[in-house]
């Protein structure tokens, strides 16, 4: 069993940055391919980015690209999403989330459905 705890998350103004960071415990996140997702109530939770196993291909919703920038640590078991510019529509929960996949594929399109382990959320809000 992974546990998944996001840490980061804070109120910023528009145009600032936060940097939201992921901790796994439990098994190791080097075969694991992970993500961000972000959720508004009464909305359905979004992909913002994911990794694959290696960090190396990502994902991006089109909203984000040239904005956020998503990484991981297999060393440190950790994930993270650097997030510059911040706007008002980026106001959100935030989850972190894994799959144990050493290929990208259940990962390139960014949907929750391929995901089997997440963490509780971390709040982001971005005032105008």
Do not use: H
């Not at 992974?2 to 190791?28: F, H, K």
């Not at 706007?87 to 929750?112: H, I, N, Q, W």
């Amino acid at each position: 069993q992974v546990q998944l705890v996001e840490s980061g998350g804070g109120s910023v103004q528009a145009g600032g940055s936060l940097r939201l960071s992921c901790a796994a415990a439990g098994a190791t996140i080097s075969v694991m391919c992970m993500g961000w997702f972000r959720q508004v109530p009464g909305k359905e939770r979004e992909g913002v980015a994911t990794i694959s196993n290696g960090g190396g291909r990502t994902y991006y919703t089109d909203s984000v690209k040239g904005r956020f920038t998503i990484s991981r640590d297999n060393g440190r078991n950790a994930l993270y999403l650097q997030m510059n510019s911040l706007k008002p529509e980026d106001t959100a929960m935030y989850y972190c989330a894994a799959v144990k996949s050493l290929s990208f594929g259940p990962c390139a399109r960014g949907e929750k459905a391929a995901f089997d382990y997440w963490g509780q959320g971390t709040q982001v809000t971005i005032s105008s």
